[in-house]
């Protein structure tokens, strides 16, 4: 697996084997070596901390771990870089290895998330019902264990009610609150609930302690992606449902949805105050226009004149977009590096920079969580960076 990283990195978490902001897109670093042939399917990332999860359900972290967040640290722990044992921050991709209550090892999962301090993983378990593994730290709920419960340093499973039959689909995690989307439609979400993310039924609570049912959905929900302080619920793509569970204040405008034409969408992607919405390509064709809204003081939403997109991955306040051509453009606030070197005196990239391959392209982007830090799956090692000037005067 190649996996190449750049923007900020005091923990860590960009498992590059140190703990500096990097600008330009640099290959992580494991601290052994992985399955032959298995891929990333999916990453997650907290305020100090990076998951990642494989085809196969291995999940490997780095980052702070101060608090378990990243997993256990076995007796056997040893960095190569250092010589030594660092139990506070990971700065290789280390695998996930978990037991549960009974001392079983539990070693595969098939969904993940993370809030800022904490990680959220569903095992892998096709016999039973789904577990869901919490990690890290909860002073406000975020981990669904109980109030009093502020800690899982080694993991701890939360308490789930699910009907016989009913599995986890799909989970979503912002800074403070969860959901986790079931296989008869239903959502069940914890954490902060104050502002509406959780929906209007859980809103008087404040804190949702342990998982419950969110309600008011309108139509069968089949995934979720989380804002800070908002929540989008996901139904069927092809007809161009969602809808947006949030404060009625409305900051940034989160909740006026603006219509779709019709439209259906390939994927919905949240930072923490926007919403980005891929349309659907037409037939035979890969790229679609995303339609996009909220806050936008730092240009995190698309600039005019951005080509349509292959994929969209968004951050906290920053955007990366794939081209056809297997570029990538990166477009918000990049004050740590997170959108490349060519930034103004705010951190701000203007319209947008552009990453070039030689002779490769970007298999995919990520930049999950919502954080500073940007992600890109790479087919070959060899690459170079160009200007935005220059990519501008090139395309335009």
């Known amino acids: 697996m190649r996996l190449f990283a750049f923007g900020s990195n005091g923990s860590g978490q960009l498992a590059l084997g140190h703990k500096e902001d990097v600008s330009s897109p640099t290959q992580c670093l494991f601290s052994s070596p992985t399955i032959p042939d298995d891929e990333i399917i999916h990453m997650a990332a907290g305020g100090n901390h990076t998951l990642l999860l494989t085809k196969r359900g291995c999940v490997y972290a780095?980052?702070?771990?101060?608090?378990?967040?990243?997993?256990?640290?076995?007796?056997?722990?040893?960095?190569e870089s250092t010589g030594s044992v660092d139990k506070d921050d990971l700065l290789r991709f280390r695998r996930v290895l978990l037991t549960d209550e009974t001392g079983l090892p539990v070693e595969f999962?098939?969904?993940?998330?993370?809030?800022?301090?904490?990680?959220?993983?569903?095992?892998?378990?096709?016999?039973?019902?789904?577990?869901?593994?919490?990690?890290?730290?909860?002073?406000?709920?975020?981990?669904?264990?109980?109030s009093g419960v502020s800690s899982a340093m080694n993991g701890m499973s939360l308490s789930l009610s699910l009907p016989p039959g009913t599995s986890i689909t799909a989970l979503a995690s912002g800074m403070g609150h969860s959901v986790a989307v079931t296989s008869n439609g239903d959502v069940l979400g914890w954490g902060g609930a104050r502002k509406g993310q959780l929906g209007d039924s859980l809103k008087g609570q404040k804190i949702v302690w342990t998982p419950a049912k969110v309600e008011g959905i309108p139509f069968r929900a089949t995934a979720a992606v989380c804002g800070r302080e908002f929540t989008v619920i996901v139904g069927q793509r092809e007809a161009g449902e969602f809808m947006v569970l949030g404060d009625r204040g409305n900051r940034w405008g989160i909740l006026n949805v603006p219509s779709l034409g019709g439209m259906g969408y390939s994927d919905i992607g949240a930072s923490w105050h926007g919403i980005y919405v891929h349309i659907a390509p037409e037939a035979g064709n890969s790229k679609a226009p995303v339609i996009a809204w909220g806050r936008d003081d730092r240009g995190q939403l698309p600039p005019p004149r951005l080509p349509e997109p292959v994929q969209v991955a968004v951050g906290s306040e920053h955007v990366l977009a794939l081209l056809e051509g297997g570029e990538v453009a990166t477009f918000g606030w990049g004050e740590h590096g997170n959108c490349g070197p060519d930034t103004d005196e705010k951190g701000e990239c203007g319209r947008h920079v552009q990453f070039g391959f030689v002779a490769?392209?970007?298999?995919?982007?990520?930049?999950?969580?919502?954080?500073c830090w940007s992600w890109m799956c790479d087919k070959l090692v060899e690459r170079e960076m160009r200007s935005r000037s220059e990519w501008f005067n090139t395309h335009f």
């Open 62 to 79: 780095a980052g702070c771990n101060s608090d378990g967040r990243c997993g256990p640290t076995p007796s056997t722990a040893y960095d």
């Open 360 to 371: 490769g392209f970007c298999a995919r982007c990520w930049c999950e969580g919502r954080w």
């Open 109 to 146: 999962f098939k969904c993940v998330s993370a809030t800022w301090e904490g990680s959220v993983l569903v095992a892998l378990n096709k016999e039973n019902e789904d577990r869901i593994f919490v990690l890290g730290s909860s002073p406000k709920g975020e981990l669904g264990l109980g």
